[in-house]
């Protein structure tokens, strides 16, 4: 056997379930929504083998499913040798028990698919203490499925059995390690907000989108030194990435590149990242990026609104981009989107296309946040007149006996802390004549 094939991992064989129930969820959104399922079960290294779709207004409490469905899922299961059934929907603790025993295989739901997503992604210590969390805290409700081997051995009237105990014992253990995370989180909020404490002076600038939707992309075209890890992946990005985009004469935004946000992105993630999302909350303006060449790209826009509403996210300072338009195949679609949305820019990270645009666009934006600002001061305050000239734009200058007087467009968020660097000199030199 050669070396490559004793290295081949064996993905396991995947079968995904959805329901439809028309006519607020048909088949053919049901079969959009498993497109994306099996996109994120390839992205943790399973391969779908099959599908199975069932019409269905209610959800059977013990077996989400009817009965029947169950039943020849089984059957497939067993012909197409499938080692996971992956369902769209979330399954209760009672559900995945009863249909695991049914079918005689593993059986997850699309939270449980994206948390472990997620832990494959995971790079930095504060992305791993996050998932960590989102999956104990999803965990600790279904634990009565890892022990019911134990459960039987020995119970009754005024007994406590082994499998209790073991139950207890480890939801105990799993409380514990959960306050443990929270406090770990709430330490590392606090040494990131201390070490950006000076950002605060520079406009800040955030990309939010749907997962995959090419933000990372984006980031490296317009901040090349960036090298934001970029795949055609789900959440390549799990960490936020900051950097320094230089736009007109010293005129310069903090520009972030954020988790990608999905249908259905499970509660207890939005939770446990809520830290690294404050880059979001902090933001003056959001790029929205939108994929253009996906044909549910309005649904997806819709979700990320949405979550952006979740997490706190109250101004409406959102400039939307349309992304990979060299990959829409009718012009007139781009055309109609272009009419549809005049107000967004439309670029091509990958291909560099209209980033010059957008660029300017973004300078503009920010322009609003500029005031005109005459700053008198002696001339030796050399270390003011130089920072004026590194952060504001100097319009004139002109000097009046040994003062220097310059009139500028400053930042709003400079202006208290240039007052407050004039007081201060005029203070400190005050007694000299």
């Known amino acids: 056997m050669s070396t490559n094939a004793s290295q081949e991992v ?3 064989r995947a079968l995904l379930v959805g329901v439809s129930s028309p006519p607020e969820l048909t088949g053919s959104i049901v079969e959009d929504h498993l497109n994306e399922l099996e996109f994120l079960a390839d992205t943790a290294g399973a391969e779908v083998i099959s ?8 959800k059977d409490p013990a077996w989400f499913l009817g009965k029947g469905k169950v039943e020849e899922m089984e059957h497939i299961v067993k012909g197409l040798l499938i080692d996971v059934v992956i369902f769209d929907e979330d399954l209760s603790p009672v559900q995945a028990r009863n249909l695991e025993s049914a079918l005689g295989c593993k059986v997850i739901d699309r939270t449980e698919l994206i948390l472990q997503i997620f832990a494959i992604r995971a790079k930095s210590t504060q992305a791993k203490v996050q998932v960590e969390l ?3 805290e999803y965990l600790l409700p279904r634990l009565t499925r890892l022990w019911t081997h134990l459960s039987k051995q020995k ?8 499998g209790e105990t073991q139950i207890e014992t480890d939801r105990r253990l799993v409380r514990n390690r959960i306050s443990s995370l929270k406090k770990k989180l709430r330490e590392v909020a606090l040494q990131h907000a201390t070490q950006t404490k000076e ?6 600038v955030a990309l939010v989108g749907y997962t995959n939707a090419g933000k990372s992309t984006l980031m490296n075209g317009l901040c090349p030194e960036a090298r934001a890890y970029a795949e055609d992946q789900l959440f390549a990005t799990l960490d936020t990435k900051t950097r320094r985009l230089e736009l007109k004469i010293n005129k310069v935004v903090l520009l972030s590149d954020t988790v990608g946000f999905i249908r259905k992105l499970p509660h207890r993630l939005v939770e446990s990242f809520r830290s690294t999302l404050d880059e979001v909350l902090q933001a003056d303006f959001l790029l929205h990026v939108i994929d253009a060449s996906h044909d549910g790209f309005e649904e997806q826009a819709h979700i990320v609104l949405e979550t952006l509403r979740e997490i706190g996210v109250k101004h409406e300072n959102i400039i939307e981009v349309f992304n990979k338009i060299d990959a829409v195949e009718q012009r007139e679609t781009l055309r109609t989107l272009r009419h549809k949305y005049p107000d967004a820019l439309f670029v091509s990270a990958k291909r560099g296309i209209n980033l010059s645009a957008l660029k300017e666009a973004v300078g503009d934006y920010i322009a609003r946040d500029y005031q005109l600002r005459t700053v008198r001061t002696h001339m030796s305050n050399y270390k003011l007149i130089g920072y004026l000239y590194d952060h504001a734009e100097v319009i004139d200058k002109r000097y009046v006996e040994e003062d220097v007087v310059l009139e500028c467009r400053v930042h709003y968020k400079n202006l208290k802390h240039i007052d407050a660097w004039v007081e201060a000199f005029e203070k400190e030199n005050s007694h000299v004549a």
Do not use: D, F
């Not at 119970?155 to 082994?162: A, D, L, M, Q």
């Not at 950002?199 to 800040?204: D, L, Q, T």
């Open 10 to 12: 064996t993905k396991e």
């Open 51 to 58: 599908r199975v779709v069932q019409e269905r207004k209610q």
């Open 134 to 136: 989102a999956q104990l």
């Open 199 to 204: 950002r605060g002076k520079i406009p800040r």
């Open 155 to 162: 119970g009754g009237i005024g007994t406590k059995g082994p």
